[in-house]
C-alpha cells in the first residue's frame, strides 16, 4: 500500500487565541457552578437537619450547631449524629425516634451526596475535622455557618483593595494573625479579601509549610516566595499551591502565581481561606464593621 501525502487538512480547529479563551472561559463558568451547587447544597443540609428537628416547623425553636459527615468514596454522607449550641453529642433517634430518623437520614443524605470533592473548595471551610472512623475521614460540617452562605454565586474578584481599604488584624485558622488592608465592602458571606505586603506573606508562607509538614500537604495550600535577580534587578514570585488539585481534574489550577498590587501587596488566599478581621480584643468580627472596631 502506497502512502500519499495529504492534499489538504483533514479537519480545522479555531485559532489558538480562540480556542483558549474558550478553554478559559468554560472551565471558569465550570467552577463557578460548582462553587454554586456547593453553597447551596450547604445551606440545604443546614435546613435539613432543622427541619428533622423540629417535625418541618421552621420557627419552631431547636438546638443544633454542627453536624457529623463522613467521607464515603464519592461525598459526604450524616450519621445522624450532631453537637448542640453547649457542645452536648446528641442523635436524630434519639429526638425523633429510630424510624423517623432513619428516614430522614435518607432524605439528608440526597442533598449531601453534592458535597463531594466537585464541591470541596465550599464545604470543606465550614467543616472541622474528628477522628477517622473505619478508615473513613469524618467532619463536623457548622451548621451556624453554612445557613448563613448566600445562594448568590460569588462575586468577580476585585483587582485591588479599593481607596478606603483599613488595616486590620486577619486570621484563617484561629491561631495565626497577619497585618493586612481590607476593602470593608469586598466581603462574601462576611469574610474578608486581606492585602498583605511582602514581609507578611513571608511569614504566611513559612506558617503554611510548617502546617502542611504537620498534617500532610492535602489539607494545607502552602506558599511560596521565590527570589531571583535579573538584570542585577531583585524579584520576588509568589507562588500558592493546592496540593489536593494535583491528582484530579482542577490540577491545571493547582499552582497559582499571584501578582502584586501598584503597591506591593498580595491578595493571599482571597474570599476562599474564609479570613475574618479581628477587633482590638483578638475576637473574630463576621462580617467586617470597621465602625465597631
Known amino acids: 500500500m502506497t502512502n500519499q501525502t495529504p492534499s489538504r487538512p483533514a479537519y480545522q480547529v479555531p485559532a489558538a487565541g480562540v480556542l483558549g479563551a474558550a478553554v478559559d472561559k468554560a472551565l471558569n463558568d465550570n467552577r463557578t457552578a460548582h462553587e454554586q451547587l456547593g453553597r447551596v447544597m450547604a445551606v440545604v443540609t443546614a435546613a435539613g437537619v432543622r427541619d428533622i428537628l423540629t417535625g418541618h416547623q421552621p420557627d419552631a425553636p431547636f438546638d443544633a450547631a454542627s453536624l457529623e459527615l ?37 432524605d439528608l443524605s440526597g442533598w449531601t451526596a453534592y458535597l463531594d470533592d466537585s464541591t470541596r473548595d465550599v464545604w470543606r471551610p465550614l467543616c472541622e475535622e474528628r477522628p477517622d472512623r473505619d478508615d473513613r475521614p469524618v467532619f463536623s460540617l457548622d451548621l451556624v455557618r453554612a445557613a448563613s452562605l448566600t445562594l448568590d454565586p460569588p462575586s468577580p474578584a476585585a483587582p485591588e483593595p479599593a481607596p478606603g481599604s483599613v488595616e486590620v488584624l486577619v486570621c484563617a485558622n484561629d491561631r495565626d494573625r497577619y497585618p493586612a488592608l481590607v476593602d470593608p465592602d469586598d466581603q462574601r458571606d462576611g469574610y474578608v479579601r486581606p492585602w498583605f505586603d511582602l514581609h507578611t506573606v513571608r511569614r504566611i508562607a513559612a506558617d503554611t509549610r510548617r502546617d502542611a509538614a504537620k498534617h500532610g500537604h492535602g489539607s494545607i495550600d502552602t506558599v511560596h516566595v521565590l527570589n531571583g535577580t535579573v538584570n542585577r534587578t531583585r524579584h520576588a514570585v509568589v507562588m500558592v499551591i493546592c496540593w489536593m488539585y494535583l491528582g484530579g481534574e482542577r490540577r491545571e489550577q493547582a499552582v497559582e502565581v499571584l501578582q502584586p498590587n501598584a503597591d506591593g501587596r498580595y491578595a493571599v488566599g482571597g474570599h476562599d481561606w474564609c479570613w475574618y478581621a479581628l477587633t482590638d480584643g483578638l475576637n473574630p468580627q463576621i462580617p467586617f464593621r470597621p465602625e465597631a472596631l
Not at 464515603?72 to 430518623?101: C, I, K, N
Open 70 to 106: 463522613v467521607e464515603g468514596e464519592d461525598s459526604l454522607f450524616p450519621t445522624g449524629r450532631y453537637w448542640t449550641m453547649a457542645g452536648d453529642e446528641r442523635t436524630f433517634a434519639e429526638d425523633v425516634g429510630q424510624t423517623e430518623a432513619g428516614n430522614a437520614l435518607h
